[in-house]
Each structure stands twice: as C-alpha cells, then as structure tokens.
T-cell receptor, first 112, second 115 residues
Framework: SQTIHQWPATLVQPVGSPLSLECTVE??????LYWYRQAAGRGLQLLFY??????ISSEVPQNLSASRPQDRQFILSSKKLLLSDSGFYLC???????????FGPGTRLTVT | AQSVTQLDSQVPVFEEAPVELRCNYS??????LFWYVQYPNQGLQLLLK??????LVKGINGFEAEFNKSQTSFHLRKPSVHISDTAEYFC?????????????FGKGTKLSVIP
C-alpha cells in the first residue's frame, strides 16, 4: 500500500532563517505531487505541484520554492522566512491518471 | 476556474442527530467532486468521491453525499453523528475534462458534535 511521510512534524524558526520541508511517498511510482499551505479559516492554498522529476509548477508567487530531486521526493524550501509563512504545510500525491489526492500528516511551521 | 463554496463555517449538532454539510461549486461543466475530513493537527483523509454513475455516493464512517448537477451542489450527510465525527470537512472539485489534476478546495466546515 502507498504511504506518504512528511518531516519534521513541527518546526519553529526565526524570521529570516532558511526552510526545508521534506515529503516522500512509498508504494507507488511517478506520482503527481503537491504542496499546500493551510492557514486558519482560509482552507487549502495550492503552492506547487509536480508531474515528474524536475517539473515544478508554482501557483502562488512568494518566497518559497519547491524541488523534486527524485521520483517520490518533494521538497519545499525558503531562503529567508517571513512571519506570514507560518502555517500548516501539507504534501499530497495522486496517481498519474487519477484525481484523488492523498495527504501526508503535515508540518506545523511557526515563524517567530 | 472552479470555485467551491461551503456555506457554513461551523455546524454544531447533538450526538445521534442527523447532519448536512453544504457544498456548492461554480461551474456546471463536467466535474469530479470530493469530500475530505481533517482531524486536529492531522492531514486530510478522503471521505468519498463522485466521478460518474449514481448521484448518491457512499463513503467511509457512514457518510454519504448527493451530486446535484442542476443545483451545482454536493452536500454531505450523515443520519446519526458520533462524538468522533468532530472534525473539519472540506469539499473539493476539479473539471473532469480540463486535463489538470488539480483540486479546488472550499474553506471548510467545522463540525462540532455535542454530547
């Protein structure tokens, strides 16, 4: 069966520090991968999605970036965090020809 | 582009009472529809989906939803709720013919089950 992992689970970082969040999927190959941010009362905001290694599409201009160095690995990064980057970050995957997305457990990021 | 409206941000309901969580989407083109549940500090879990076929869809945990194309709605129902159903529920939609696998999510409805 397929599983999706995210780490770390929680993170507290000062403003201006770098960020690296990692997401890995097991039990499937060539998945579509997604990064979302969830802020209180605002639902889910799609940040990035990827249909293959090195293929990243950005949905929202911001100081975040994403990379997909391996088929089942998706990384969210920032060079300098802002207070507004605080939130709950969720990674998800779907099959290449499938619409259902399956979510990881999330990372709670607090920028202080 | 699609948009999703979940009319109720919070729904309190007594234990063992029925509940309906409302979801409306913007476009009448062919769509796929989903309901997800999120427990505190966890990821989203797929409750049910409508891709085609019967407009009444049954999901996990006793939930069901009905696709109504003319009203562009996909309301979620449960005949008798339990304390464990307390969570936030998200409706999501995608255009089936758009060639994109991106989902558009509503802002969520927090269901609180009162003992």
């Amino acid at each position: 069966s397929q599983t999706i992992h995210q780490w770390p689970a929680t993170l507290v970082q000062p403003v201006g520090s770098p960020l690296s969040l990692e997401c890995t999927v097991e039990g499937t190959s060539n998945p579509n991968l997604y990064w979302y941010r969830q802020a209180a009362g605002r639902g889910l905001q799609l940040l990035f999605y990827s249909v293959g290694i090195g293929q990243i599409s950005s949905e929202v201009p911001q100081n975040l970036s994403a990379s997909r160095p391996q088929d089942r690995q998706f990384i969210l990064s920032s060079k300098k965090l802002l207070l507004s980057d605080s939130g709950f970050y969720l990674c998800a995957w779907s099959g290449q020809d499938s619409y259902e997305q399956y979510f990881g457990p999330g990372t709670r990021l607090t920028v202080t | 582009a699609q948009s999703v409206t979940q009319l109720d941000s919070q729904v309190p309901v007594f234990e063992e009472a029925p509940v309906e969580l409302r979801c409306n989407y913007s476009s009448s083109v062919s769509v796929y529809l989903f309901w997800y549940v999120q427990y505190p500090n966890q990821g989203l879990q797929l409750l049910l989906k409508y891709l085609s076929g019967s407009t009444l869809v049954k999901g996990i945990n006793g939930f069901e939803a009905e696709f109504n194309k003319s009203q562009t709605s996909f309301h979620l129902r449960k005949p008798s709720v339990h304390i464990s159903d307390t969570a936030e529920y998200f409706c999501a939609v995608t255009d089936s013919g758009a060639g994109s696998y991106q989902l558009t999510f509503g802002k969520g409805t927090k269901l609180s089950v009162i003992p």
